[in-house]
């Protein structure tokens, strides 16, 4: 602790000078660490400190009272009389620095020693692990060890579970819905040469594409359509509301540019192949300043 100082709380918080030494008492040592939730066990755990039977024969701690003090005569000081008559003329305890630097690292061992404890406690309670049976450092760390990949175990265990749940539910799902737009395909074109992405898609075995790959693939195919003048009317799509339609050859080659490049997996090849070589059917071929 740092070198002790007057403070303005009073003489039971100031430098005491007794006997040609300086102390200070339990009541500032106790304000100043708070190694304890009050003065009375702060003077408890003086007491039963290790060193305080030898920093007390050595004249570090003093337990003065004032029957002390009234013996010493015309040689007790203002500041002496003072100091008890601020504690009610009770018995006060004297510390002086060598006292003072020992009862605090005393204090500091203690309290990391409890903590130290509690999460031993808390180890014992979350592993099940019955103090009573442990006999030694040794058999304590394999047996939190062995408690703690068995508890890993059982979580990632319970994590596989959850996880293989989540799976099948959106495999369901998957199927579900494959089989609405399955059922969309004749309604968005695909018997007249024509199909949206999304249809074609369906129809060479792609099960998943997203709103983004969707949006992307629209995007080349108009781009080529507007390139050969072809009409691209507009259906209602169930995932993106209205949305094009193109030649089946188109969105083929569309599709097979994205298999080519791994964006996409064509499962049925031989079906993008035939859409590759078909041709719309007559009605849908338009002029292209017609579509509104």
């Known amino acids: 602790m740092s070198e002790i100082t007057k403070t303005a709380k009073g003489p039971l918080y100031d430098v005491i000078d007794y006997q040609g030494k300086k102390y200070i008492t339990s009541h500032r040592l106790h304000e100043d660490i708070k190694p304890t939730s009050d003065l009375k066990s702060t003077n ?17 701690i003093l337990e003065l009272s004032y029957e002390d ?28 620095p060598v006292a003072q630097k020992a009862l605090t690292h005393h204090f500091e061992e203690t309290a990391q020693q409890a903590v130290g404890d509690s999460k031993l406690a808390a180890a014992f309670a979350l592993f099940e692990v019955d103090p009573d049976e442990i006999l030694d450092d040794r058999t304590l760390m394999y047996s939190l060890r062995a408690f703690s990949k068995a508890k890993k175990a059982e979580k990632e265990a319970q994590q596989a579970k959850e996880l ?11 199927q579900t819905r494959v089989g609405v737009l399955e059922g969309k395909v004749k309604e968005m074109g695909g018997d007249l040469g024509y199909s949206t992405i999304l ?18 693939y ?3 195919a108009t781009a080529i359509c507007a390139e050969q003048n072809i009409y691209t ?29 791994n964006e996409i997996t064509v499962p049925n090849l031989s079906a993008l192949k035939e859409a ?17």
Not at 199 to 216: D, F, H, P, T, W
Not at 234 to 259: C, M, N, T, W
């Open 199 to 216: 249809g074609l898609a369906i129809r060479v075995g792609i099960k998943s594409l997203s709103r983004s790959q969707a949006s992307k």
């Open 276 to 292: 590759l070589n078909s041709e719309p059917g007559e009605g849908w071929q338009q002029p292209l300043e017609n579509d509104d």
């Open 69 to 96: 003090v009234k013996a010493l005569g015309d040689r007790s000081s203002t500041d002496l009389v003072l100091l008890f008559s601020s504690n009610g003329y009770k018995p006060v305890v004297l510390i002086d």
């Open 233 to 261: 009317p507009r259906v209602k799509d169930p995932r993106f509301g209205y949305v094009s339609e193109y030649p089946d050859a188109v969105v083929a080659s569309v599709l097979d540019k994205a298999h080519r490049a």
């Open 218 to 220: 629209g995007k080349q």
């Open 44 to 60: 408890r755990a003086i007491r039963t400190a290790e060193t305080y039977k030898t920093l007390f024969e050595n004249g570090n």
């Open 164 to 174: 293989a749940i989540e799976a099948k539910l959106e495999a369901l799902a998957a």
